[in-house]
């Protein structure tokens, strides 16, 4: 299991590289390494699990936050509608975007970084995504919300850019144009 040792911190060169793009089918190592990201996500969001293993609560995790520079990632997250998100991303793409913006009112943190970095991170509102499940099976659909945000700051990871690259350098609470923010404790 993924353990917060596993997870490296800002400075780590791996964070910064853009990672590679997985071919089909996949090796058993790479399946496994998709299903310790989900299971590292649920474990983290269990009071029991988390506590035990001094786990940070997560909604999403990237292989190259663990030091795999593949092209995948984990969500588990409910929707807006409460419905549960739950999928190892591989090879994912935004295929087409909203107009609009939208940022999380107190911020975004990271696993691989060990300090508050205050500052709207602008998000696109709403996305159309595609990837490739474990299976090889390509997915399609459409974000929103929270969702949205992460998927995005998890793709983020995949490119070597971090969240506070986004931030306003001069003004980091300046006003995102065009955005409905959302409010998270
Ligand atoms: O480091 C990571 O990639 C996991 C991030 C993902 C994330 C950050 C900001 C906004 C959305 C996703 C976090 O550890 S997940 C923690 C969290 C939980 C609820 C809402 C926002 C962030
Ligand atoms: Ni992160």
């Given at each position: 299991m993924i353990l917060m040792d596993n997870v490296i911190r800002e400075g780590h060169p791996t964070l910064r590289t853009r990672a590679?793009?997985?071919?089909?089918?996949?090796?058993?190592?790479?399946k496994k390494l998709g299903q310790d990201l989900l299971e590292f996500l649920i474990n983290s969001q269990d009071p029991v699990l988390?506590?035990?293993?001094?786990?940070?609560?997560?909604?999403?995790?990237?292989?190259?936050?663990?030091?795999?520079?593949?092209?995948?990632?984990?969500?588990?997250?409910?929707?807006?509608?409460?419905?549960?998100?739950?999928?190892?991303?591989?090879?994912?793409?935004?295929?087409?975007?909203?107009?609009?913006?939208?940022?999380?009112?107190?911020?975004?943190?990271?696993?691989?970084?060990?300090?508050?970095?205050?500052?709207?991170?602008?998000?696109?509102?709403?996305?159309?995504?595609?990837?490739?499940?474990?299976?090889?099976?390509?997915?399609?659909?459409?974000?929103?919300?929270?969702?949205?945000?992460?998927?995005?700051?998890?793709?983020?990871?995949?490119?070597?850019?971090?969240?506070?690259?986004?931030?306003?350098?001069?003004?980091?609470?300046?006003?995102?144009?065009?955005?409905?923010?959302?409010?998270?404790?």
């Amino acid at each position: 299991m993924i353990l917060m040792d596993n997870v490296i911190r800002e400075g780590h060169p791996t964070l910064r590289t853009r990672a590679k793009e997985l071919t089909f089918p996949l090796s058993p190592e790479d399946k496994k390494l998709g299903q310790d990201l989900l299971e590292f996500l649920i474990n983290s969001q269990d009071p029991v699990l988390s506590e035990k293993y001094n786990l940070r609560s997560g909604i999403g995790i990237a292989a190259p936050q663990i030091n795999e520079s593949k092209r995948m990632f984990a969500l588990h997250l409910p929707d807006d509608n409460d419905n549960q998100i739950s999928f190892v991303a591989v090879n994912p793409k935004i295929v087409s975007h909203s107009v609009e913006n939208t940022y999380l009112t107190n911020g975004e943190g990271c696993l691989s970084v060990d300090r508050n970095v205050a500052g709207y991170v602008p998000r696109h509102a709403r996305i159309t995504v595609k990837f490739h499940t474990l299976d090889g099976e390509e997915k399609k659909m459409r974000l929103k919300g929270i969702p949205a945000i992460a998927f995005q700051h998890e793709l983020d990871h995949l490119n070597g850019v971090m969240f506070y690259d986004h931030i306003n350098e001069s003004n980091p609470f300046a006003d995102v144009p065009n955005s409905q923010p959302i409010e998270n404790n």
